[in-house]
């Protein structure tokens, strides 16, 4: 990360936001806990006094007039993605966020505010109330933990329209990036794009992808059994495969990724028809397992391409990802 906070201390008019919504009598930051990427604000946390609870977090955005990019994409269409993606941020948290339930944990959202160039989110601190844990790599229970998460998640929007956030969820989507797809030296990849693409949207079961579903994106209890998921700036709709395929590469090595496989999307899908079975859902279940399945490698692969156009060296671009790349290709050309 990268990027100074924008100011040391809130303007008045977020600290009085701050305040009313949580029914404190004052705050005050007690610790940055990160800087937004390309240097886009900062993510604190503040002590309240006379208050039920006893912290939150507040994320401040300020959207810069040079940005900081680490790998030198300081384009102004990155620019405008970031500013997008901060909007869509604030109108999850506005609209969509208080439709999660214990099965796909979110944080509470007490607050969004806006002046001048800034935006103000004020959420729950997950670290009270027991999700303490952070993870780079994952541990059978993060790992079953997280996928579980995502079953729910994609059955709770299930058909949902996503208004107000992308329309195509998901960071890395053609759409949005035109360069690092010029970039690509894969020339085959590059020519199938848009098919990928293509195959992947017109998928007849469509829900709403949390997009950047990374392991570092989920707080996790004590014993990683409980999950909660953060960082909504690039929720959209989507096959769910997307955030599946990317959860998978975020944390598990290429031999992990080879034989467990099976067993992953096993688990996946048994949430995911118990989640919709919960819900009532009209959607027939054996359908939408066999469409996804199909859909699995293509996921990959979109992000494969990705990858290998925007950072050609990247550590995920293994044996493994590259195998499943060139098999969702051959079927692609059949």
């Not at 390309?38 to 609870?53: M, N, V």
């Not at 290998?308 to 990802?321: D, I």
Request: negative net charge.
């Amino acid at each position: 990360m990268s990027g100074d906070p924008p100011h040391d201390t809130l303007c008045q008019k977020f600290m009085d936001t701050l305040i009313r919504s949580t029914g404190a009598r004052a705050a005050h930051e007690i610790e940055t806990l990160q800087t937004l990427w390309s240097g886009y604000g900062k993510i604190a946390r503040y002590a309240l006094e006379d208050c039920e609870l006893d912290s939150v977090i507040v994320k401040r955005i300020k959207l810069p007039t040079r940005t900081l990019h680490p790998r030198g994409w300081n384009t102004d269409r990155s620019h405008q993605r970031k500013v997008r993606s901060y909007e869509v941020e604030t109108a999850w948290y506005r609209n969509a966020n208080n439709r999660c339930d214990a099965s796909c944990r979110t944080p509470k959202c007490y607050a969004v505010d806006s002046h001048g160039e800034e935006t103000l989110i004020v959420l729950e601190d997950l670290d009270a109330a027991g999700f303490t844990e952070r993870r780079q790599q994952a541990s059978p229970e993060a790992r079953d933990a997280c996928i579980d998460w995502l079953a729910s998640f994609h059955a709770r929007f299930m058909g949902m329209k996503p208004e107000g956030l992308w329309p195509k969820g998901t960071y890395w989507h053609l759409d949005t990036r035109p360069d690092e797809l010029e970039a690509l030296e894969d020339i085959e990849l590059k020519r199938a794009a848009a098919k990928i693409d293509a195959l992947l949207s017109s998928s007849p079961f469509q829900t709403i992808v949390h997009g950047d579903a990374k392991i570092a994106n989920f707080c996790f209890s004590a014993d990683e059994r409980c999950v909660a998921a953060v960082d909504f700036q690039y929720v959209g709709g989507g096959c769910g495969m997307k955030d599946l395929a990317y959860f998978i590469g975020s944390c598990l090595s290429e031999s992990e990724c080879e034989r467990l496989e099976e067993q992953l999307l096993g688990r996946y899908f048994s949430v995911l028809r118990s989640a919709l079975s919960r819900q009532q859902s009209e959607v027939n279940a054996d359908e939408l397992e066999a469409n996804w399945r199909a859909l699995f490698p293509f996921a990959w692969t979109d992000f494969h391409r990705f990858l290998k156009g925007w950072s050609p060296g990247h550590w995920k671009l293994n044996t493994y990802s590259e195998r499943l790349a060139r098999a969702a290709l051959k079927k692609l050309n059949k």
